[in-house]
């Protein structure tokens, strides 16, 4: 067993081990910071379905209310009627068919990638490069589109692609930890609605299995999914 440094053994030490709503967690995990840097703050959301089974798959997106404390640089590839209108809405690299090209050999300085339909043809030859990154523009996640500034402006005001993982668990950012409590909460919240609203009609028995909220050095703590599963009555 690996041994944890005094640390994280400390902050651990400050998260009761019990499951707490999504807002007592969230402070909790504020309360046991020790790292010296801006941690980002993750939800890991364990789901009652068989990824393995098409009709099973979970995935969607959703605009965080107070974004994500960074900004993501977006690439649109689209063809020249519409490269105009992407540089006007603040994309960071525009291009068509030299930037797949420029990919091809290696290029991958962007965090998200728009395209419109009529490029597909030319970007389906990045499906091995974009794909294992999750970068590949997707109509389902609103990245294949030809209303490119709607695309880049949910992009740059903190939206998430969230995805179930072949063990059955969406891992996803809802910002960073010197947020306020509050927008934590908002974001975390924002999240699991979308989580929630996204099940398959073929998921059988209980949805939320496990839900942990965690910042990128400290200990995780444990979500009341019982508390999840009323507010999604109302």
């Known amino acids: 067993m690996p041994k944890h440094g005094k640390k994280f053994s400390a902050g651990a030490k400050k998260v009761a081990a019990k499951p707490h709503t ?19 703050v993750e939800l890991a959301m364990r789901l009652g379905v068989d990824p393995k089974h098409a009709d099973q798959m979970v995935r969607g ?53 728009v395209a419109t339909p009529d490029m597909m043809r030319a970007v389906g030859r990045l499906g091995k490069v974009l794909g294992p990154r999750g970068l590949m523009p997707n109509p389902k996640t609103g990245t294949v589109t030809p209303n490119v500034a709607q695309a880049i402006k949910e992009i740059k005001a903190g939206k998430v692609e969230f ?35 996204a099940k398959p009609p073929a998921a059988k028995g209980k949805y939320l299995k496990s839900v942990t909220v965690s910042s990128t050095m400290g200990p995780g703590v444990t979500v009341d999914t019982a508390h999840i599963d009323e507010r999604a009555k109302h």
């Open 61 to 113: 997106t959703v605009v965080l209310p107070h974004g994500l404390g960074t900004s993501k640089s977006v690439l649109v590839i689209a063809g020249a009627d519409k490269q105009k209108e992407a540089q006007e809405a603040g994309a960071d690299f525009v291009g068509g068919d030299e930037v797949v090209e420029k990919i091809l050999g290696g290029w991958m300085e962007f965090d998200a990638v």
């Open 22 to 40: 999504l807002p007592e967690a969230v402070a909790t995990m504020q309360a046991a910071k020790f790292a010296k840097f801006d941690e980002t």
């Open 163 to 197: 995805r179930v993982d072949k063990t059955g668990i969406i891992h996803a950012p809802v910002g960073k930890m010197s947020f306020p409590t509050q927008n934590l909460i908002d974001n975390a919240h924002a999240l699991v609605d979308s989580v929630v609203k």
